[in-house]
Every structure is written in structure tokens, then in C-alpha cells.
């Protein structure tokens, strides 16, 4: 299978327990359908559910590297891989925007997951940046917890309160 003529970049974004991850995974799973090589990536200090898992509230799950910093991505990354996910980008300093920039120039399809905000409503690291400089950008609403609305923003819990 050749690789994309042209890379790409999309970003899965919205609040906490909006479905960023499902979203994340459905799309890489229909890429191994496709028979595409998918690589996917994230920030090594995620360690809520495994160490080399990406891992939805839902529980669905899906192989994944840690990295400690966004160049670390490229000695990681596989010659024949037509597809990299990256979650909780948001985590990642600014280089991260260079190496998807990167990763697209070379004609890789590069899925970007992570929240817009932070629980003050500011945006939240590289997101912006990389939400201007993608092709498609979907953001997801999760449900308000007190009463039902769709909910757009993360709010901050201190001792469960």
C-alpha cells in the first residue's frame, strides 16, 4: 500500500470525558482495517490506566508509546507508518506543533487528541496552534453531570469536591 499523497492533520478536542479518546480510537481501528500502519503516541507521565496503552473513560484501549518530549517521536517513529495518533497533546510543549508539521510534510496522517482548555477556560498548550493548523478539527461536548446539558468545559475537582 503506498502511503498519502499529502499528510494530514486532525484534532480530536473538547472537555474532559467528552469522548476525545473513543473518537480517537474508532479512527485508528478503522485505519487497521485499511491495512495502514498506525503508530500512536503519548505523553509518558499518562500512567491513569496502563504505561503503553491509550485508554478511553469507556474502557476501550489501543497500543500506544509513552515519549517524554515530542522529539522523541521520531526515534520511535517506523518507516512504513502511514498514520500517527498522538493523545493528550496537550501535555506536550510547544515543539510538539514542529514534529506534527513534520509528520504531515511527509505525507503521514497525524491525529491529534486532547483538551482545548483547562479547567479555567484558557486555552490549553500547543491545542490552539494545532486546532489552527489542522485540516479538520471536531470538538466534542461531554454531558453536565448536575443537569444533563452538554457540557463544553472541564471542571477541577479538589478532593472529589
Given at each position: 500500500m503506498s502511503p498519502h499523497i499529502n499528510?494530514?492533520?486532525e484534532v480530536?478536542?473538547?472537555?474532559?470525558?467528552?469522548?476525545?479518546?473513543?473518537e480517537l480510537i474508532r479512527r485508528l481501528r478503522r485505519a487497521a482495517i485499511a491495512r495502514q500502519k498506525v503508530q500512536v503516541f503519548k505523553p509518558a507521565m499518562d500512567v491513569r490506566y496502563a504505561v503503553e496503552k491509550v485508554t478511553s473513560h469507556a474502557g476501550t484501549d489501543f497500543d500506544a508509546i509513552p515519549i517524554e518530549h515530542a522529539a522523541d517521536l521520531?526515534?520511535?517513529?517506523?518507516?512504513?507508518?502511514?498514520?500517527?495518533?498522538?493523545?493528550?497533546?496537550?501535555?506536550?510543549?510547544?515543539?510538539?506543533?514542529a514534529v506534527v508539521d513534520e509528520l504531515a510534510r511527509r505525507g503521514i496522517r497525524v491525529i491529534v487528541a486532547g483538551l482545548d482548555t483547562d479547567f479555567r477556560g484558557e486555552p490549553f498548550g500547543p491545542m490552539p496552534v494545532l486546532m489552527a493548523k489542522a485540516e479538520r478539527v471536531?470538538?466534542?461536548?461531554?454531558?453536565?453531570?448536575?443537569?444533563?446539558?452538554p457540557a463544553s468545559r472541564t471542571q477541577r475537582l479538589v478532593n472529589g469536591k
Open positions: 499528510g494530514s492533520v480530536i478536542t473538547g472537555s474532559m470525558f467528552s469522548g476525545k479518546t473513543d521520531y526515534d520511535r517513529l517506523e518507516k512504513d507508518t502511514t498514520v500517527v495518533a498522538i493523545d493528550e497533546a496537550q501535555f506536550f510543549d510547544d515543539k510538539i506543533i471536531d470538538k466534542l461536548q461531554a454531558i453536565c453531570m448536575v443537569c444533563g446539558e
